[in-house]
């Protein structure tokens, strides 16, 4: 029983300092809005960066993504592989129509 009491410990404590990551990334984009006075391009990858950031903190804890590696990885190159494809068969029909066949 004093196992179990341990790990739920230790998810409780993942859980808390993953929310206040949350917070404090939070804090840093509205600080950097507000404070940073940069280029509108600067800024929104200075934002960009960040809610990726965050949105990798909440689908790896939250969403207890960061136990299925394999499935991830699987579904990532699956992703690439299509992203591909998608960029080569437009690039192939246009060439194709110039060169008449």
Known sequence: ?????????????????VFGSLIVLTLITVASSQFLHLPIGPHIAVALIIATIKATLVACF???????????????????FFFFVLLL???MTALSHETGH
Do not use: Q
């Not at 029983?1 to 300092?17: F, G, K, P, Q, V």
């Not at 939250?62 to 690439?80: Q, Y």
């Open 1 to 17: 029983m004093s196992n179990h009491a341990e790990e739920m410990d230790r998810h409780i404590r993942t859980y808390l300092l």
């Open 62 to 80: 939250f969403m207890h993504l960061i136990s299925e590696r394999k499935l991830i990885m699987a579904v990532l190159g699956l992703t690439v």
């Open 89 to 91: 068969v437009p690039a």
